[in-house]
């Protein structure tokens, strides 16, 4: 079973960047497509970013200025986050399933999520 386990987030100002982390153990995840979710307060967990052998997605909203690799060797998928803006604030989770998608129920594995906040 593939534990994922999220870092880097913080309390940073608009306009700035930071890079989260989502470290997989337990099994490769080679095979997976890896997803970023986000939840604000209040709001349903909604689709960041995917990426997967065929392809790579992005929500609309953080087009331009998020972009999401892996490093397999490292068992790790990145989100590197840029011009951050208050309504990027929320919790930010990394999610592992078995097809390339952007709904949370596709996703089998979800780590314990990292708080982002930006202030304006």
């Known amino acids: 079973q593939v534990q994922l386990v999220e870092s880097g987030g913080g309390l940073v100002q608009a306009g700035s960047s930071l890079r989260l982390s989502c470290a997989a153990s337990?099994?490769?995840?080679?095979?997976?497509?890896l997803g970023w979710f986000r939840q604000a307060p209040g709001k349903e967990r909604e689709f960041v970013a995917s990426?997967?052998?065929?392809?790579?997605d992005y929500a609309d909203s953080v087009k331009g200025r998020f972009t999401i690799s892996r490093d397999n060797a490292k068992n790790t998928v990145f989100l590197q986050m840029n011009s951050l803006k208050p309504e990027d604030t929320a919790v930010y989770y990394c999610?592992?399933?078995?097809?390339?998608?952007?709904?949370?129920?596709?996703?089998?594995?979800w780590g314990q999520g990292t708080q982002v906040t930006v202030s304006s």
């Open positions: 999610a592992a399933g078995s097809i390339r998608a952007n709904m949370t129920s596709l996703y089998d594995l």
């Open positions: 990426i997967t052998w065929s392809g790579i």
């Open positions: 337990g099994r490769t995840i080679n095979g997976y497509t």
